[in-house]
């Protein structure tokens, strides 16, 4: 098993299943609602041009998200 | 309900319901045709489109378009009247019987999550697979019969954009019997007795059964409930349960909302392995397109390119029908001038009807061509990347990405920026953007600041450079108020929990050139149709002001205006605007162009006795410039020095002078509270502005 990291912290390409959100609140029930929920798996497609936010693939789409909302998703690099 | 329905019964009421970006809007088109009503569901500004499909057999069915949701737990305006109207808690709009979901072949799972909620309504329920063509060339290969198996009701595959599957979805349509979905799935264990409770409570409130369990588990995930004006309130007893459990969860440190997200995607995984089978295909034309845009240097390029694109098309397109309106509407005015006999309603209808009227119709084409590319660029997906890149530097004073191109379309005129903030979701990054676009120098001040530059700079002809010089501060100004007024808002007024950027970039389409068009048609249309009527009555008092009392027989026009009301009004304002620099005649300018900016003109023209002008391309300046030179203060200084017209554009650049942008800003916030905010602080940032200009200026020596 690897070291647990934050979303936010992932390098460009790097692929992660998501495994917990230690904060409640209804950003991140809305990713949950957008299909990012434990144990999906996640990639890090790229951040945008001024480093914020970032664009991930999930279920196969792309969805954007802030780096402030992203340091809130422990995240398992594989 | 799958009860037969009668022949010459009311039309059955059918909703269409999917995520944003589904191509549920060109499904509605295409099954309604140019049969549909637009409007505004009252008290919410959420479009309410509602339209008439035939069945196969020539039977009309009502078809409601419901706003893109991804989720009947609110969390913007749209998603609320989607989730209320479902739910039959909005006495406006009639509760459908049936209900179409339309999803996106290529995201099933995450397209499922809503039509999972939708199922638990209890209504017949037709699942349209929407885009095969697009699901099959990513490698998606859905098993379309498995699926109706696992959920027990209809599933038609579709292509939207070129028809196919539309006959199959209208038999499904016109079936008289509709299955309910068999697909059951178990309430987790440690919120089942909760939902148990306020199903009860609900249904006891008159709720049927079914309804008030899916409106039981609703309640559980509208953590921070949007509500919105229409919608009928919970129960006090209901709300008590509600409150208890949520009292209780928090204690024991249940994620209640969580467990339920979770279990339905449970749910949805298995039904989606079952159906959904992937097979591996290279990166797609989305991905390499996005390469580009959202590139550290390209996506800038585009950007600009882009931008640049729009406003040159609207500055050279816009230029030949606006001229031909002018004309048009200047022969009109002169047709009822030659026709009726002389006297006050001819001069109301001319000068007043005809013209007022006629200054804000010059700039449909521009709001048209606005509307268009806004438009396009949304129905292409770059808006979402558009977002994605200018987020940042939008967040800086507490906005989002979505309020980019709104601001920067207001540029070129603030009402089609204002009615495009409808994409942003959060309502206070909204009102915030609405409030501080017509800050944005928009195409109607140019007049006035090309006059105001010709009068400043000595000599005939102005120096290239110093015109674009000033321009350019003009513009900067203007933004740095919008971006300034913006933060100052967002960190008092409208205070709140920063926005998310929770987006979906959606995959890059074809343009549809006829559902683009018809936007931008319905968006027109709504504008002459909610302000058109307030133009016409505030040209009406307008006229009035400038045509009363009436100067004795043999005055010139210009004695005519200066005894009327505009000219009493212009003198009663001059202790207020003199510390500006400006004088009554000026005043008389600044109270006749409240209507539009560019009114300023051709009342300033009036004023000081200045004949044809002309208007647009053939404006001539320089009488107007020579008048305005040798105009003068009583005790004989210059009137217009340098000082003064820049203060005068100062004044133009902040100051609340547009009729038209009031009116749509009183639509889209529902209320009049905010347009006369909006006068009261762009006016009053105009006079401080041009205060400390006027002043400083002189200080100075100027």
Known sequence: ?78 | MASSHPAGAAPRIYAVVGNPNCGKSTLFNALTGLKQKVGNYPGVTVEKKIGTAYSQHGQPMTMIDMPGAYSLAARSPDEAVTRDVLLGRRSDTPAPERIICIVDASNLDRSLYLVHQVLDLGRPVILVLNMMDIAAKNGITLRTARLEKELGIPVIPCEAVNGNGLIDLKLAMSRPDLPLSRHAWDVPAAIASAVAELQASLAHDGKPPLSARAEALLLLTDQDAVRVSGSTPLSVRTSEILKGWQRRWENEGTDWAAILVQSRYDAIGKIADEVVERRPVGSSATDRIDAAVTHPIWGWIILGAVMALVFLSIFTLAEYPMDWIDHHVAALGEWVRSSLPPGDLRNLLTDGAIAGVGSILVFLPQILILFFFIGLLESTGYMARAAFIMDRLMSRVGLNGRSFIPMLSSYACAIPGIMATRTIEDSKDRLVTILVAPLMSCSARLPVYLIMIAALVPGDRVPLLTKVGIMMLMYLLGTGGAFGFAWLFRRTLLKGAPSMMIMELPPYHLPRLRDVAFHMVERAWIFVRNAGTIILAISIVLWFLAAYPRAPQGATAQQQLAGSFAGMAGHAIEPLIKPLGFDWRVGIGLISSFAAREVFVSSTAVVFSVENIGEGKTMNVAPLRTALRDARWPDGRALFTPLVCLSLMVYYVFAMQCMSTVAIVWRETNSLRWPLFQIFYMTGTAWVVTFIVYQGGRALGF
């Open chain 1, 1 to 78: 098993m690897q070291a647990q990291a934050k979303l936010s912290e992932l390098s460009v390409g790097a692929s992660a299943i998501v495994r917990a959100y230690p904060k409640a609140g209804a950003s991140f029930l809305r990713l949950r609602e957008m299909g990012v929920l434990p144990g999906t798996s996640v990639t890090l497609v790229r951040t945008a041009p001024l480093g914020d936010p970032i664009e991930i693939k999930v279920r196969g789409y792309s969805l954007t998200l802030r780096k402030s909302e992203a340091e809130h998703i422990v995240v398992e690099p594989v």
